[in-house]
């Protein structure tokens, strides 16, 4: 994976910030304006998956012109304004250029260049609009009746498109919709610059979009294409040397997202590779970010593996490379890691120590230090990794009313986890005695394997199924029964 110091003679402009944006928020924080949002686009039939990150991304100036969802939502809730009004770029400004580069090829009679690649047009099926890009963050775009199908940026697909250096890796990010054609031709590599590490870094949002929405069943085989050209274009260099630290962050990323398919569909060896590559890219960088999100990831995979004690000493390597950070919400995402591998070893005073200093730190809010992965970690996923901690040490009771918690509060956009924690609830209730709820409990989570392809959601509802046959004769548990063997068997996708 070579680098390079080269400087770029065209610097990249930085964003300038939307302020009109902002002073629309007023005095409610982004966490209550993303809510405000979110209310919005229900009152009008709207899906987005508005966070406080995404607010910040505005008023910061990374997101020049929304997607047609988010335009439509923003109108509703200010009628008469403008997007330029909003602060907001025109969507020509966004979307015009390659339209204008074509045109002024026809105009001056000039070849295109040799190196560039025409992006095709993109498939308009199953939309609600046959284009709206959101250029910087496709985390928040609506998905339509295809998740494989969105609304995607001219941008975000060029920057995989354009110049020879990456012409090799075009047809390896098809599967996860980043570009639409297949460019078999093999050119010669050249360096990568700013666009291609933006596309990188949205790679990573995407997958884990999908994760949260559907489970990493189906999408591991898909996702390891672009991990692969993100290496690829590692070894070509860049143009800078920001850029070159952005593509290593972005590939050690990549890495364990892919990692986290891998181990969640149950590919526990090739999970533990992914994590490792990016645990030494990190190594190699000096990021003591990548390195903390790598062992954290390390430590939740030995503690389902059955090495507690390895997830113990994963989890306080975290704790010690992500102590400068100062996120105090990763520093307790790690502790609930180490209390799982205190779990795992039935240290019960090891495990409610790290508990307690997981929910002092997590009490502490949220800050502009927290990584961006972790936009997942909230109440229900505090709620749901307790709750994991109390059924490994066996304290059924404590574990139902923590998995309950977690389902009720988990943000319905993350589909994955809403199923994961009520199996969990399932199993819980099964164990502590209480079969009629436990079998209600697995019908729901029945109703969601429509949407949710999960190894681990699987193996859990199984379990499930086998505490309760001994109480056939419960309310509600035969029919649970009947519908959980009636479920299609699956290969590993």
Partial sequence: MASSTVISSQPERPPRPNLAFRRLRGRRSPAEFAAAVRRAAREIGERVSCDARYVGRVEAGEIRCPNYAYERVFLHMFPGRTLTDLGFAPRSAVRGRAARTAAGTRATGTAPDATRV???????????????????DPRHE??????????????????????????????????????HTAAAAVRPLRRAGGSEASALENAVRRIRLLDDRHGADGLYQRAAAPLRAAYALLDAGATRQT???????????????????????????DARSHYAEALATARMTGDPGLEAHAFCNTAFLARDAGRPREAVRAAQAAQRAGRSLGSDRLMSLLALREA????????RTGCEQALARAQALFARGRSDADPEWMSFYGEAELEGLEAQCWSTLGDWRRASRHARRAARLQDPHFTRNIALYTAELAGDLAHEGRPDEAAEAGLRVLGLLEQVQSCRIRTILAATARALLPHRRAQGVPDFLDRHASLPRTGRA
């Avoid at 095709?120 to 890009?133: C, E, I, K, L, S």
């Avoid at 290593?248 to 890495?255: D, F, M, P, Q, Y």
Wanted: net charge negative.
């Fill in 142 to 179: 609506p998905y339509g009746n295809d998740p494989w199908n969105h609304e995607e940026s001219d941008v975000l697909r060029r920057a995989f498109m354009t110049g020879g250096g990456v012409t090799m890796a075009v047809a390896t990010l098809a599967p996860l919709g980043l570009t």
């Fill in 118 to 136: 025409a992006p095709a047009p993109y498939d308009t099926r199953n939309r609600h609009d046959p284009a709206g890009p959101e250029p910087s």
């Fill in 243 to 269: 850029t070159t630290d952005r593509l290593h962050a972005g590939a050690g990323e990549l890495a364990i997202s892919v990692g986290w398919l891998a181990h969640d569909s149950g590919r526990f060896e």
């Fill in 340 to 347: 799982g591998g205190w779990a795992g070893l039935a240290d």
